[in-house]
């Protein structure tokens, strides 16, 4: 922390005279040959054209003085006001010097100069129209040989859209035939040449890990201690534990010490032991991470799994789940003066049977994709706005707990 020096330090400063003893000879003067006429130079009298402040006299009306008193209608109240409001289908004559006033510039390809309406000549380049202020040159030179103007050009009159009911229903069923009768070889890739689609899936929500909340966590480098190029399978079932430190929010970084312990953590996660079998998974402290960028709404990343019904559990299809936020982390600078209010050293992890109240959480956020009258029941109990919106709440969890809610995840701290 940098310490900034203050001017006002509590210091008595004691000065000491010390007085000069006058010189014990006369001074001599010498006589020094210069031209006079290097003090008639202009530059000496610039210190003194700065320092003296220019009168400038203005008065109240800003040198543009109107009389009032000319026009009788502001003063009687039955004065004729046709000077001030003349009558639009009886115009007065314009002067014959405001008349250009009344042109329009981008009608014409010369510049407008003072007073003066253009005259126009056969070598003449027109600009092009409506040239935005500070821009650059060569900007307006593509625009003006790309962007010629053309007589042939002629605006297409936008058909009515109906929009009734019955239109409506012609719509969607449209959509649903043109899905069946798909054909395959014609849908090509946007980017490869040659590659077309060979099977399509039908894009579903994911109920299996719909009452979970996802963030998607990105690093700006590496996380662990182990280099790039080996392969660490400790990385996808990491912790990260919100820490604050003097009003600084971030993130602890916890890891299983080692390989074995993280794949045996993963097998139970995927199938939970139901008794006092479960064994804890010891996390240690790797380091600290703060976040760079947090994005609160990511409408265009989803968690996609491709499933094509091998397991009977459920039909082929694209199942999706949406992601919560966005957060990119960087590594957070060790400072010994920090002070951590609880800072973990060691995390023990186990699996646990999920409460009753917890079950009733995961149960209301699946009623989204699994309940056809979710939104129904929801207006009934008052909590849909205006526009038909519902604010479903995801319910944070550590892990991925299993579609019936076998169990969550307990901690304990050392």
């Known amino acids: 922390m940098s310490l ?27 006589d020094i040959p210069t031209n006079p006429l290097r003090y008639a130079q202009p530059a000496f009298i610039n210190a003194i054209t700065n320092d003296a402040p220019l009168p400038m006299i203005v008065d109240a009306e800003c040198g543009m003085p109107l009389d009032l008193g000319r026009w009788e209608c502001l003063w009687e109240e039955d004065g004729d006001d046709a000077t001030l409001n003349p009558d639009p289908d009886n115009l007065p004559s314009l002067d014959p010097k405001d008349r250009f006033l009344l042109g329009d510039p981008s009608a014409s390809a010369a510049p407008y100069t003072n007073g003066s309406i253009p005259t126009t000549s056969g070598t003449s380049t027109p600009l092009p129209p409506h040239v935005p202020w500070l821009r650059k040159t060569e900007y307006l030179s593509r625009e003006g040989v790309q962007r010629t103007p053309s007589s042939q050009e002629s605006k297409q009159l936008l058909q009515p859209i109906d929009v009734s009911h019955e239109a409506q229903l012609r719509t969607i069923e449209a959509g649903f035939a043109a899905c069946t009768s798909l054909d395959l070889t014609t849908l090509s890739h946007p980017n490869k040449t040659g590659v077309t689609a060979v099977e399509s899936y039908e894009v579903l929500p994911d109920a299996d890990i719909w009452a979970n909340a996802y963030d998607l966590f990105r690093f700006s480098e590496r996380p662990g201690e182990r280099p790039v190029d080996t392969e660490d399978p400790r990385l996808d079932c990491a912790i990260l534990r919100p ?12 890891l299983t010490k080692e390989d074995a312990d993280a794949l045996e953590f993963k097998e139970e996660r995927l ?29 265009n990343e989803f968690l996609l799994v491709l499933d094509n019904g091998d397991t009977g559990e459920r039909g082929p299809g694209a199942y999706y789940k949406n992601i919560e936020r966005k957060m990119t982390l960087k590594k957070k600078r060790m400072n010994q003066s920090d002070t951590y209010a609880d800072k973990w050293q060691v995390v023990h992890i186990s699996h646990v049977a999920m409460s009753s109240e917890e079950i009733e959480e995961r149960n209301e956020a699946l009623g989204e994709v699994v309940d056809p009258l979710y939104l129904f029941s929801r207006d009934a109990e008052g909590e849909v706005d205006a526009d038909g919106e519902v604010d479903v709440g995801g319910t944070e969890m550590g892990a991925e707990g299993g579609a019936e809610g076998d169990g969550g995840i307990m901690a304990e701290i050392f």
């Open 4 to 30: 900034r020096k203050s001017k006002l330090d509590l210091l008595v400063r004691v000065r000491y005279s010390n007085p000069l003893p006058a010189p014990p000879c006369p001074p001599k003067l010498l």
């Open 243 to 254: 820490m604050e430190s003097d009003g600084d929010h971030f993130l602890a970084y916890y």
């Open 271 to 299: 199938a939970p032991k139901r008794g006092e079998e479960n064994r804890t998974t010891a996390f240690h402290f790797v380091r600290d991470y703060e976040t760079v960028k947090i994005e609160q709404e990511v409408p």
